[in-house]
C-alpha cells in the first residue's frame, strides 16, 4: 500500500503545473508572450500532461499550439489577448490564436478571458452580397447608403479565430470568457466529445462582423451548455463542410440552459451543409435581442434530420440592413446555390434535405414573417410544430418592415402543426395580412390553431394548393 501511494505521489509531482511564468512571460501585455507559454505547453506535454497556468495578468500572444493531455488554465483576473500583430500567426486557414490539431484530451478552462481585440471600422459596401441582395436594393432604393461595419484593415489584415481545434478528441472549454474575436470564436472541426460549458461569448452586436460564437463542424458528440453568447454574427451555428477535408456529418450534439444573442441568427443549421447535420436536441434555451431566432437554411445539397427543439423563448428584432435575417423568430429554406448566387456552380447537387424536425413548447415574439420554406424539387417531410405561442410586432419608424403574414409554410409534406396561436401587437403594420399562409403542401393536420388575420376582411388561415389537409379546432 505505500509502495502505492508513493507512485500516485511521485506521478503528481511529475504532472504539476506549468506556470507561464517561469517560462519567461511577465504577465505585461506589451510583452510578446507567444514563446513562453508555447514553451510552458512542451514541458507540460514532455512530462506526460498537466495544467498549463497562466496566472493573474496580462499575455498578448500570437498562435500557440495545444498538445495531447494538456489543460490552459486562465486564473481569475488573467487576459490572453490575440496580437495585433499579423506576422505573428499561423496564415491560411489555420490562422487562430489557440491552434490544435490530431490531438487529444485538451481542455481550455479557468475564470479568465481570452479577448481577440476586434475593432471596426464604417464603410461604404462596394461590392455584391447575394446574401443579403435583397436588403441591399432595399436599402439604396431609401436613398441611404450603403454604410456598415467591416474588420478594421479590411480586407488586407488576418482576421485570427481565438480556438480553432481540427480532429481531436475528447475536448473541454469551461468558465472562460471569450471576448472581441476578430473571425470566429470557437471552431471545432472532425471533433468527437465536445464539452462546451459555462462560458461566455461577447462581441459587438452591431459591428461583430464574422465573430462567430460556436461553430462545430462536422463534429461528433458536441454538448454546449450554461453558457451565454452575445456576438454580431451567428451564435451557434452547426456545419458540415469539406475546408479540411472531405465533409462529415454534425451529430449527436445537444444545447441546453444557453441565453442566446445574435444581430444575425441565434442558432442556425447551416446554409453550409454539404453531408447532413443529424441528431440534435435543442432544450431549455433564451433567445433575446436577435436578428433572426432559429434558422434551418440547407443550400449546399446535405441532410438536416432528427431534430428536437423545445422549451425555447425566443425574442427578434431586425438589426442593420447588412445582416442576414429579418427578425424572424423562425426560418426554414433550401435552396441551391446557384439559386442564392444568381450564378452556375459545376457539379452543383441537387437540393438539400430537412425531415424529421419536432418544434415543440415555443413562445416567440419577432418582428418578420416565420417563413418554413422547402424547395419545389425537396419539400420538407416530417416537420411537427407543437405549442407554439407566436406574437408579431411592428416598429413604424423602421424602413425595412417588410412583414406580410404571421407564419407562411411552402413545399412541405408531413407536417403537422398542433395548438398555436398568434397574435398581433401594436402599433399594427398596414402589411399584415393572415395568421397563416400554407401553400403547397400534401397530407397534414392542423389541430387547434388559432391564427386570426391582422384586419377584418382577411383569412386567418389561407391555404392554397393543400392536399389531403386535415382541420381540427382551427380557429379563422
Not at 479568465?112 to 447575394?130: E, H, L, W
Not at 442566446?260 to 447532413?276: Q, R, T, V, W
Not at 452543383?348 to 419577432?366: S, T
Request: proline letters at 5%; aromatic letters at 8%; hydrophobic letters at 40%.
Amino acid at each position: 500500500m505505500r509502495t502505492a501511494l508513493f507512485l500516485v505521489a511521485c506521478a503528481a509531482l511529475a504532472r504539476a503545473d506549468c506556470n507561464v511564468r517561469d517560462y519567461g512571460a511577465t504577465g505585461r501585455k506589451d510583452f510578446l508572450a507567444t514563446k513562453a507559454i508555447q514553451a510552458a505547453i512542451e514541458a507540460c506535454a514532455a512530462k506526460g500532461g498537466g495544467t498549463v497556468l497562466l496566472p493573474a495578468g496580462d499575455y498578448t500572444s500570437g498562435t500557440i499550439r495545444l498538445r495531447s493531455h494538456v489543460r490552459l488554465y486562465l486564473d481569475p483576473g488573467a487576459t490572453l489577448y490575440a496580437s495585433l500583430n499579423d506576422a505573428d500567426f499561423e496564415k491560411g486557414d489555420r490562422t487562430t490564436l489557440i491552434y490544435a490539431e490530431n490531438v487529444e484530451n485538451i481542455s481550455i478552462e479557468g475564470r479568465g478571458t481570452i479577448d481577440g481585440q476586434a475593432s471596426y471600422d464604417q464603410r461604404i459596401m462596394d461590392f455584391d452580397d447575394a446574401f443579403i441582395r435583397d436588403n441591399m436594393l432595399r436599402w439604396k432604393a431609401l436613398g441611404k447608403p450603403l454604410l456598415r461595419a467591416f474588420p478594421a484593415r479590411f480586407p488586407n489584415a488576418l482576421y485570427p479565430k481565438l480556438a480553432l481545434l481540427i480532429r481531436c478528441k475528447d475536448v473541454r472549454i469551461t468558465g472562460v470568457t471569450f471576448r472581441r474575436s476578430r473571425s470566429w470564436t470557437i471552431h471545432p472541426v472532425a471533433c468527437e466529445h465536445v464539452v462546451i460549458d459555462g462560458v461566455r461569448i461577447y462581441s459587438s452586436l452591431a459591428e461583430g462582423v464574422w465573430a462567430d460564437g460556436i461553430d462545430p463542424d462536422g463534429c461528433k458528440d458536441v454538448h454546449i451548455a450554461n453558457s451565454t453568447i452575445e456576438t454580431g454574427d451567428d451564435a451557434i451555428v452547426f456545419y458540415s463542410m469539406d475546408w479540411f477535408g472531405p465533409a462529415q456529418p454534425c451529430e449527436n450534439i445537444t444545447v441546453t440552459n444557453c441565453r442566446l444573442s445574435s444581430a444575425s441568427s441565434a442558432i442556425k443549421f447551416c446554409d453550409g451543409n454539404k453531408k447532413a447535420v443529424r441528431r440534435v436536441t435543442i432544450a431549455n434555451n433564451v433567445i433575446t435581442d436577435s436578428n433572426r431566432g432559429v434558422a434551418f437554411m440547407n443550400f449546399d445539397g446535405g441532410l438536416v434530420s432528427d431534430v428536437v427543439i423545445t422549451n425555447l423563448t425566443v425574442q427578434t428584432r431586425r438589426h442593420a440592413w447588412f445582416w442576414w435575417g429579418d427578425g424572424d423568430p423562425l426560418h426554414f429554406n433550401i435552396k441551391r446555390r446557384s439559386e442564392v448566387d444568381g450564378r452556375k456552380f459545376p457539379n452543383e447537387p441537387p437540393a438539400g434535405k430537412i425531415e424529421h424536425v419536432i418544434l415543440r413548447d415555443i413562445i416567440a415574439e419577432g418582428q418578420g414573417t416565420s417563413m418554413i420554406h422547402g424547395h419545389p424539387d425537396s419539400w420538407l417531410d416530417d416537420v411537427t410544430i407543437d405549442n407554439l405561442r407566436l406574437r408579431l410586432t411592428n416598429d413604424p419608424s423602421n424602413p425595412m418592415e417588410k412583414a406580410t403574414d404571421a407564419i407562411q409554410i411552402r413545399w412541405a409534406r408531413n407536417l403537422r402543426l398542433r395548438d398555436i396561436k398568434v397574435e398581433w401587437g401594436q402599433p399594427a403594420s398596414s402589411k399584415w395580412e393572415s395568421g397563416l399562409r400554407a401553400e403547397d403542401i400534401a397530407d397534414a393536420v392542423f389541430d387547434g390553431l388559432a391564427t386570426p388575420p391582422a384586419r377584418p376582411g382577411l383569412p386567418g388561415l389561407k391555404l392554397v394548393n393543400g392536399k389531403n389537409v386535415v382541420q381540427r379546432n382551427v380557429q379563422r
